[in-house]
């Protein structure tokens, strides 16, 4: 996949977008959002209502990263922490569920008629400010073009897992993501991770009848567990109702076992499945092809904190993807107020009011 690097100065006036003589098929819009997950969908309210044409393009569904995370998953937050666009989450627990999540998502976006191309892969952004291209297709490979004056960028980092790197990967047996427990029924199950969706997984494994296994390089289950699953977690461990191999690591993963290596050597066990909670991270790739400068260990995009205009010109970021590799440091709850920054700025940069 490649994207163009030419972000050459355009003009910030609400002219018609320039385009090749006998194009067709394009669409023209002010703003184009990556990502319809809740902060996306935050950046397109806050956008449309300055009067602004916006389009969100997901590679997935409406909110891909929730609908993904575990069918029966509660949020760590309140309700009213979640919500955008001014619309009330209405919840009858202190901490709403995954399916209460992406139904209020749903409604808001209906309330505001929200213009969301779902499972529209984004292939190529060329052109520059006040005149992006923007090249995509949908599920069935046909070519969409998308001429944009700004690009909000808010894919989030939840669609690429931290791989492991170890013999065995490849098998099918490895999954990076967990969702139902259902079909691990009776069978040997490998969570490698000491955090929260670890901690998680293992539980609910365990509650649905798998025998687990949990493996974390740590001496212990991370600190930052939640306070209502930490000791859940390290009680099941106590009484042996959950094997736990601390301070070791998967060295190799076989069709019918695992090879954990700790203090004490080397350790194969029985293994039907693995689940590597092993973290994620953003699509650094897709931001340096864009020209978006990465700096540092923990690759944090250069951007303006104020407005959130990234180096290049007319792209700005939202959510999690401004804080590179710290992932921990942004999430719905505040990412979901970076519209507000960016909205601010079009109104300055585009001659708007609201």
Not at 52 to 81: A, I, Q, W
Not at 188 to 212: C, E, F, M, T
Not at 254 to 283: C, Q, R, W
């Amino acid at each position: 996949m490649k994207y163009s690097k030419d972000m050459s100065q355009a003009s910030n006036t609400l002219a018609p977008l320039p385009f090749e003589p006998g194009s067709s098929g394009h669409e023209e819009f002010d703003v184009l959002v990556v990502g319809a997950g809740p902060t996306g969908l935050a950046c397109a309210i806050d956008a449309q209502q300055l009067g602004l044409r916006v389009v969100l393009v997901d590679k997935g569904c409406l909110c891909n990263s929730l609908f993904h995370y575990p069918s029966n998953m509660t949020f760590f937050t309140t309700p009213e922490l979640l919500e955008i666009g001014n619309i009330p989450f209405a919840s009858p627990n202190q901490k709403p569920n995954r399916g209460e999540a992406l139904e209020y998502y749903r409604k808001v976006a209906e309330h505001y008629r929200l213009d969301i191309r779902q499972y529209h892969r984004v292939l190529n952004i060329a052109g520059g400010d006040g005149a992006f291209r923007v090249s995509a297709e949908d599920r069935f490979g046909r070519g969409r073009l998308f001429l944009t004056r700004k690009i909000i960028l808010a894919t989030g980092y939840y669609d690429l897992p931290n791989y492991l790197k170890i013999p065995g990967e490849e098998l099918s047996k490895v999954l990076h993501y967990y969702q139902d427990p259902h079909p691990y029924f009776n069978l040997d199950v490998l969570v490698i991770g000491g955090k929260n969706s670890a901690a998680i997984a293992a539980l609910d494994l365990w509650r649905h009848g798998a025998r687990v296994t949990l493996v974390h390089r740590g001496t212990a289950m991370h600190r930052h567990v939640k306070y209502w699953i930490l000791p859940d977690i390290e009680n099941r461990i106590k009484n042996g109702e959950i094997q736990a191999h601390f301070q070791s690591h998967v060295a190799r993963v076989n069709e019918d076992s695992a090879v954990i290596a700790g203090p004490k050597g080397e350790l194969t066990v029985a293994n039907d499945y693995v689940f590597a909670m092993t973290g994620y991270h953003p699509d650094f790739d897709f931001l340096a092809a864009l020209g978006v400068r990465l700096e540092g260990e923990d690759r944090l995009p250069v951007c303006d904190r104020r407005t959130l205009e990234s180096n290049v010109q007319g792209v700005y970021l939202a959510g999690v993807i401004v804080a590179g590799k710290r992932t921990n440091e942004i999430f719905i709850e505040n990412g979901r107020f970076h519209g507000h920054q960016i909205a601010s700025d079009l109104t300055e940069k585009m001659s708007l009011a609201r």
